[in-house]
Nanobody, 122 residues
Framework: QVQLVESGGGLVQAGGSLRLSCAASGRTSSSYAMGWFRQAPGKEREFVAAISWSGGNIYYVDSAKGRFTISRDKAKNTVFLQMNSLKPEDTAVYYC???????????????WGQGTQVTVSS
């Protein structure tokens, strides 16, 4: 079992930045890929970014490219999502997830955090 805890969400004005963190505990000796997803009210969960165990493979949703950066610190079992130039449409609950493959598909991740709220005001 892997437990994931997100932090770093909050309220920010459009154009601002936030850095989300996701700390993993439990069976962290396994080589998990990590992903970030988000869900806005009334909308389906959406893939945002993913990073392989090695960090060599990284994927972003098109709307995040050039603005968001995913990274991981394996020594600290933590994955980050640096979000710059935030827009009101980025408002959502952001979730991190862990799984065996680096993928954009949420159903291929085995473990999920509880989420952290990001609100971007216009």
């Amino acid at each position: 079992q892997v437990q994931l805890v997100e932090s770093g969400g909050g309220l920010v004005q459009a154009g601002g930045s936030l850095r989300l963190s996701c700390a993993a505990s439990g069976r962290t000796s396994s080589s998990y890929a990590m992903g970030w997803f988000r869900q806005a009210p009334g909308k389906e969960r959406e893939f945002v970014a993913a990073i392989s165990w090695s960090g060599g493979n990284i994927y972003y949703v098109d709307s995040a490219k050039g603005r968001f950066t995913i990274s991981r610190d394996k020594a600290k079992n933590t994955v980050f999502l640096q979000m710059n130039s935030l827009k009101p449409e980025d408002t959502a609950v952001y979730y991190c997830a862990a799984g065996p493959r680096t993928t954009t598909r949420g159903d291929e991740y085995d473990y999920w955090g509880q989420g952290t709220q990001v609100t971007v005001s216009s």
